[in-house]
């Protein structure tokens, strides 16, 4: 079983993955996009493709509350009409288990997709790739712990393709592996080390800034549309210290009107700022 699951397995014996009790916003964005996601889109695109890069086991717990939630996958199983097709990835074998079981007998007419793995391999890369119809809409959810994202994976599923992607972009990780100055966020951002010159560059108070506008302009080579305001929103501890941002990145003004529905309150009710 993963470290971070709970140790004592949910009543239906598979693991439960322990979130802090922020997730729950972040959940919400999710569940509140894939909604309109699914609602607005059923009558243009006849197929549409679920994505989730690092799915999870299905179901978490909220750290000392005891309390048992949707993880992203079965969330976006949840939706009404639901996806016509779900891609599930996870590199951890007990997760992927869960998440076989525990999936089955939703939506059983929309096909799955569900592959243990490292989501940046080509193998698995190729399977996804194969497995989306080609004329379908596509929503991809991207929540690593860490940055584990490989800019090149983005670019094999979204070229030629109408991909959404609400990427968690953990920036206090980030910021801690730039001072370790990692070669693995080169990978992240897929721009041959530039981001080095750009925090170098960058006042203190301005790198969180900076690294979120060079990711944008990175998905902006992958045919995103650039931003006419500011799209990500904040994930906050009990502190209010962001913990990370949720990026989101369409190639339709559609999608950017969506998100703007999506990120206006949080789970709490309250209204979010997005961005600063
Ligand atoms: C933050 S959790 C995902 C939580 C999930 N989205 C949810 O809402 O329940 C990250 C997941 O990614 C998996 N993972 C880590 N590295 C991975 C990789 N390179 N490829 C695929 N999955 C990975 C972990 O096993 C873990 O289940």
């Avoid at 080609?134 to 983005?154: E, G, M, R, Y």
């Avoid at 502190?239 to 529905?261: E, S």
Wanted: glycine share 6%.
């Amino acid at each position: 079983m993963c470290d971070r699951c709970k140790s004592k397995p949910n009543s239906d014996g598979y693991p439960l993955l322990e979130l802090g009790p922020w997730a729950k916003n972040k959940l919400h964005y999710l569940r509140y996009y894939s909604s309109l996601f699914t609602n607005g889109m059923k009558s243009r695109w006849p197929e549409t493709v679920y994505l989730d890069l690092f799915a999870g086991p299905g179901l978490c717990t909220v750290r000392g509350t005891g309390e048992t939630i949707q993880g992203s996958p079965m969330i976006a199983l949840s939706q009404m009409p639901p996806f016509t097709h779900y891609v599930f990835v996870d590199s951890d074998e007990s997760h992927i288990n869960s998440l076989n079981a525990r999936s089955q007998s939703i939506n059983a007419a929309s096909e799955k997709l569900i592959l243990p793995g490292n989501c940046n391999n080509s193998e698995i890369i190729n399977k996804i790739v194969n497995f989306i119809p080609p004329n379908a809409l596509c929503l991809a959810f991207i929540d690593p712990f860490t940055w584990d994202i490989d800019f090149k994976t983005l670019r094999a599923l979204t070229g030629s393709r109408r991909v959404d992607i609400i990427l968690v972009f953990q920036i206090g990780g980030i910021k801690r592996a730039i001072e370790s100055n990692t070669t693995s966020l080169d990978q992240f951002f897929g721009d041959d080390g530039k981001w080095r010159k750009l925090v170098a560059n960058a006042l203190p108070n301005q790198r969180t800034r900076s690294l979120l506008d060079h990711y944008r302009h990175q998905l902006s080579s992958l045919g995103y549309l650039g931003q006419q305001y500011p799209t990500e929103v904040s994930v906050v501890n009990t502190k209010n210290v962001p913990l990370y941002y949720m990026v989101f990145a369409t190639k339709h003004p559609r999608g950017q009107d969506f998100w703007q529905k999506a990120i206006h309150h949080s789970a709490t009710g309250t209204r979010t700022l997005p961005g600063f």
